[in-house]
């Protein structure tokens, strides 16, 4: 009697369409790594579009804001690789103009979204200040041309605002660095719903980790896959952007990146950012 073929499951994968993303995907995406019996579909959406999708549960698996995942918590669980975390480097706010951080308290600042890891610390650092929620690549443009005193950057923007003639105010990755005693500024990590149930969750995870083993361990590959995605950047650039947000604190948070986490989500809640207490919980 012959025995009846595993059924195929599909893993919904929802991640941003950047080249950080992309890199660290890049083994899964294009079948270099045996799924077994699970069948990954990557969906690509801006992470604000996923902070949002994930308070309604949408994806099995999904790339989200740390400050975001104080609210998705009981649905989702962190897993223990994927994460993108700046060890004193992080977003930086720029301006058209000299600023003093101490005057970011009067300025108004363009944000890329109220649920990122970004705007959490900016309001850790600056507990009031103004701000509108700006298409983030659109707020280097938009701080050029004056409709704003400040922008808040993440992405590649990090890396050439001071080409626009924009000068950078605050590295809040250099801050957290010397605020917290020396821990890194986590940015987003991945999270995968509760209710898949722990077999399927261990095993998503193994994958995940393998993906990112291979894009580290195949780097040009998986970089000349990632430029696809990288919004014109020039190539030196892009290996640069990817080399700050896929690496060793990728793979692994250590203990220290998770007690970066902790912090980060706890602080919120101490400022009255958060309004409640966030249990943190990582896959084992």
């Not at 699970?38 to 999708?53: A, M, S, Y």
């Not at 994460?83 to 720029?94: E, F, K, L, R, W």
């Not at 990755?173 to 719903?193: K, S, Y």
């Amino acid at each position: 009697m012959t025995t009846a073929a595993t059924q195929q499951r599909t893993i919904s994968l929802a991640h941003s369409p950047d080249s950080d993303d992309a890199f660290m995907f890049y083994g899964l995406a294009t079948h270099k790594i045996d799924t077994g019996d699970l069948e990954f579909k990557h969906i690509l959406k801006d992470i604000q579009t996923l902070n949002e999708e994930a308070r309604k549960g949408t994806y099995d698996v999904t790339a989200i804001s740390f400050h975001a995942y104080a609210y998705v918590a009981d649905k989702y669980a962190l897993l223990p690789h994927g994460a993108s975390i700046g060890d004193n480097y992080g977003p930086v706010v720029v301006a058209h103009e000299e600023l003093d951080p101490s005057d970011l308290s009067k300025a108004t600042i363009a944000i890329p979204g109220t649920l990122t890891s970004a705007f959490l610390t900016l309001s850790i650092h600056t507990p009031k200040f103004k701000y509108e929620v700006v298409p983030f690549d659109q707020i280097t443009e938009a701080v050029t041309e004056k409709k704003y005193d400040a922008g808040l950057l993440i992405h590649e923007g990090q890396l050439f605002y001071h080409t626009l003639g924009l000068h950078k105010v605050l590295d809040l990755g250099e801050w957290w660095h010397e605020h917290t005693d020396g821990l890194p500024l986590p940015m987003g990590g991945n999270a995968i719903r509760r209710d898949l149930g722990s077999p399927v969750i261990h095993e998503v995870s193994e994958l995940l980790r393998e993906s990112i083993r291979y894009s580290l361990e195949n780097r040009d590959d998986a970089l000349q896959y990632a430029m696809q995605f990288a919004r014109e950047m020039d190539p030196a650039l892009a290996d640069r952007f990817v080399a700050m947000w896929v690496n060793e604190l990728t793979l692994d948070y250590t203990e220290r990146g998770r007690e970066a986490v902790r912090r980060l989500l706890s602080e919120g809640y101490e400022r009255g950012i958060i309004p409640h207490k966030v249990d943190v919980e990582f896959v084992n």
